[in-house]
């Protein structure tokens, strides 16, 4: 993934000048000893300056570790540490910062060695409200020297998206589809989460696609292209003029970027886009979303900014996808009931005409675009890929906009099914625990639009603790059946 951020962690630790230094020092040199044995040097950097209750020392720890390339800090209470100058620390670091803290060793070393920073988490999170400072805490900050490790590692893919958004710009194009007010949104909370945002005209983008008709990459990428499709290259004629789509998004991006270290982008591809470039653009979205850029369909901005929150946690490609039709009983009995732990309301397909990644897909196949080709001549429709979406865990989420300008999350963990769609498109059999409640009470009950992202894994803590740090007023999830939603009746 070349589009997202890479993480160093700066680790300082803290020490109150009643409480020994050498307690504070040793403490941190242990985490970073577990760090290193687990996750390797590569990403941490261990400061040596260790804070006694003092701005000038806070004010070196911070030259230190922005000298060193640390784009993330963890401040260490390897002891009660000081309130001032840590908080003061995290209040004049210019990018996230998490806090944990060091639990005492042995019942031996309760008297000299005891270093109290179970009581000095408590004053470091006051004395941050205080100065209105944002940090992460994790749902538990005190621990052993590997436990710490294990937390500053957890912190590496909040870190990511964190830092992604302060470097993200989202370029437009078009205004969504005629008749598609679905994903509609301001985009003021954009700007409240310091992304950028570029809106295009599709002529544009059209006289853009028109100027490099003749570009000499053409062939390079379409024989690419015919290379990564193999035998599901069904409509060969249409590459180069897909080689012409793609270098035109590519060339947008580097030309447009600005200031801004990171893109993605909210296309669109109908009504009008097929007759007029003589394609569609599913396949270039899904190439491009391979390479690192997501690229959402019919100009879904939150789409897009949400598949990039899951690049960053998951250093992985995405997808987006609709949640879109029920699985037909007659296959739920055939094929998952008995062999699954899911009931029939639990499961769902996910689908779209076919921008899904081709390393996501079984048996990948460039076709035309079905539901198109009702109302258009089928050679204008040319571009899409189809097929079934690997099976294995994934993890369904969504940041989002409302109308009034409000940020609500939802974020659903579950897994696609060994099962056969029969269907076309991006598409795979989903399920989710509880799928039916969450769907109306969730989903329906707050306005989210068909689009989710969808990873492939199990990233839901991660994804939880970005929203919240991000301050997303809703923030939901599949509840269980004993945990009963505030719209559901209890009837």
């Known amino acids: 993934m070349k589009n997202i951020p890479k993480i160093k962690v700066g680790i300082v630790a803290v020490s109150r000048d009643c409480f020994p230094e050498s307690l504070s020092v040793r403490r941190r040199e242990a985490v970073i000893n577990a760090y290193s044995k687990a996750f390797g040097k590569e990403d941490i950097y261990e400061c040596p300056i260790c804070i006694v209750e003092s701005e000038v020392q806070a004010k070196e720890a911070l030259e230190d570790v922005k000298k060193n390339g640390c784009n993330a800090l963890c401040i260490y209470l390897g002891n009660f540490g000081p309130e001032i100058s840590e908080t003061m620390l995290a209040q004049d670091f210019d990018g996230p910062v998490m806090f ?11 008297v000299g060695d005891r270093g109290d920073a179970f009581c000095g988490m408590l004053n470091a999170s006051y004395n941050l409200k205080l100065r209105n400072v944002k940090a992460y805490i994790p749902e538990y900050p005190v621990g052993d020297a590997k436990y710490c490790a294990n937390l500053i590692h957890e912190f590496l893919p909040i870190a990511r998206v964190l830092v992604g958004l302060k470097n993200l710009k989202i370029i437009s194009f078009g205004p969504r589809p005629l008749n598609f007010m679905a994903c509609n949104a301001p985009i003021k909370q954009l700007f409240n989460l310091g992304v950028e945002i570029e809106e295009n005209s599709e002529l544009d983008l059209f006289e853009s696609f028109n ?38 998004l590519l060339d947008w991006v580097e030309a447009h970027k600005g200031c801004k270290e990171y893109v993605a982008i909210a296309g669109k591809c109908w009504p ?3 007759t007029q470039f003589g394609c569609v653009p599913c396949y270039v979205n899904s190439r491009l979303t391979g390479m690192g850029i997501p690229v959402s369909c019919e100009v879904d901005i939150y789409g897009t900014l949400s598949e990039f929150i899951g690049e960053c946690v998951s250093e992985d490609i995405v997808t987006l996808l609709d949640i879109n039709n029920t699985v037909p009983e007659d296959m739920y009995k055939k094929e998952i009931e008995g062999k699954f732990n899911y009931n029939f309301h639990d499961t769902f397909m996910g689908f779209h005409c076919g921008n899904t990644c081709s390393k996501k897909l079984c048996n990948p196949t460039m076709k035309n675009q079905m539901i198109m080709a009702r109302s258009l001549p089928e050679e204008v429709t040319n571009g899409t890929l189809e097929g079934d979406i690997v099976p294995g865990d994934i993890t369904f989420f969504r940041l989002q906009s409302t109308a009034d300008n409000h940020l609500y999350a939802y974020v659903a963990e579950g897994e696609v099914l060994p099962v056969k769609t029969q269907s076309f498109g991006s598409i795979g059999v989903f399920a ?21 992202a969808v990873q492939f894994g199990h990233y839901g803590k991660a994804l939880f603790e970005v929203f919240k740090y991000l301050g997303v007023e809703k923030l939901l999830y599949n509840q269980p059946k004993e945990e009963r939603y505030p719209s559901e009746n209890p009837f």
């Open 100 to 110: 944990c803290a060091a639990a005492e060793e042995a019942s031996d070393k309760l």
């Open 211 to 248: 100027k490099h008709a003749n570009d000499p990459r053409i062939e390079k990428v379409a024989k690419d292209m015919a290379k990564e499709l193999g035998a599901g290259n069904k409509k060969p004629e249409i590459l180069n003029k897909l080689a012409q789509y793609e270098l035109t």
């Open 432 to 452: 989710i625990h509880e799928m039916g409640r969450f769907y109306r009470h969730a989903l329906i009950e707050n306005g989210f639009p068909h689009h989710g």
């Open 272 to 274: 009008a886009f097929q």
